[in-house]
């Protein structure tokens, strides 16, 4: 089935950076955008950017200019998000989630999430 | 983009019918029709129930519907049911490759 499976939480320490991969499957990787949104524990949701898979073109949300970078691998199937000069308030759950075909501007698939813990 | 205005609560009576409101502004919910809403259970990953304002994805039941009115987007819950109980999410495109999303409404089942 469709499907988007996210690396496991982390720890890390302030200033550190951390990088959670997105592996797609069920459908083909490099036909839809791919978009990564992240939630504070009891808040809501913030996009964060997208990428092209196909192309590997970036957009990234101004908050987060400079400090993440969204890449991808076709071989497997695989986006990555990194986000780097961790601060406590970067202690959040990321989601990667697909963009529905046909122009429409919504997720239609999400990944599990991954917990990340900004900690010293 | 500032994030899309939403009641941080709802709340409704099983059977009933309760609407949660999103708003933004001409240059995001008002400008493309391209409101979407999210149903978050505790603990998941959130799930579309409408996009393009008003469509539903196959397995949604026809119980959620939405609708807009210039910059405010709406999303109703018919005959409510406790399995309702969630958190409900708007999202929007806000040009230039840009998404933004609402701050979240909590849907209790009395």
Same mark, same amino acid.
């Not at chain 1, 302030?14 to 990564?36: D, E, I, N, Q």
């Not at chain 2, 119980?63 to 708007?90: H, I, K, M, P, W």
């Given at each position: ?50 990428? $092209?898979?196909?192309?590997? $073109? ?18 497997? $199937? ?43 | ?12 009576? &099983? ?17 493309? %029709? ?11 990953? &959130? ?14 039941? %026809? ?20 399995? %309702? ?26």
């Amino acid at each position: 089935q469709v499907q988007l499976v996210q690396s496991g939480a982390e720890v890390k320490k302030p200033g550190a950076s951390v990088k959670v991969s997105c592996k797609a499957s069920g459908y083909t990787f490099t036909g839809y955008f791919l978009h990564w949104v992240r939630q504070a524990p009891g808040q809501g949701l913030e996009w964060m950017g997208r990428i $092209n898979p196909d192309s590997g $073109n970036t957009k990234y949300a101004q908050k987060f200019q400079g400090r993440v970078t969204m890449t991808r691998d076709t071989s497997i $199937n695989t986006a990555y998000m990194d986000l780097t000069r961790l601060t406590s308030d970067d202690t959040v759950i990321y989601y990667c989630a697909r963009e529905k075909s046909g122009a429409t501007y919504a997720f239609d698939i999400w990944g599990q999430g991954t917990m990340v813990t900004v900690s010293s | 983009q500032s994030a899309l205005t939403q009641p941080p609560s709802a709340s409704g009576s &099983p059977g009933q019918s309760v609407t949660i409101s999103c708003t933004g502004t001409s240059s995001d919910v008002g400008n493309y %029709d391209s409101v979407s809403w999210y149903r978050q259970l505790p603990g998941k990953a &959130p799930k579309l129930m409408v996009y393009e304002v008003s469509e539903r994805p196959s397995g949604v039941p %026809d119980r959620f519907s939405g609708s807009q009115s210039g910059n405010t987007a709406s999303l109703t819950v018919s005959g409510l049911q406790a399995e %309702d109980e969630a958190a409900y999410y708007c999202s929007a495109y806000a040009g230039s490759n840009n998404w933004v999303f609402g701050g979240g409404t909590k849907l209790t089942v009395l």
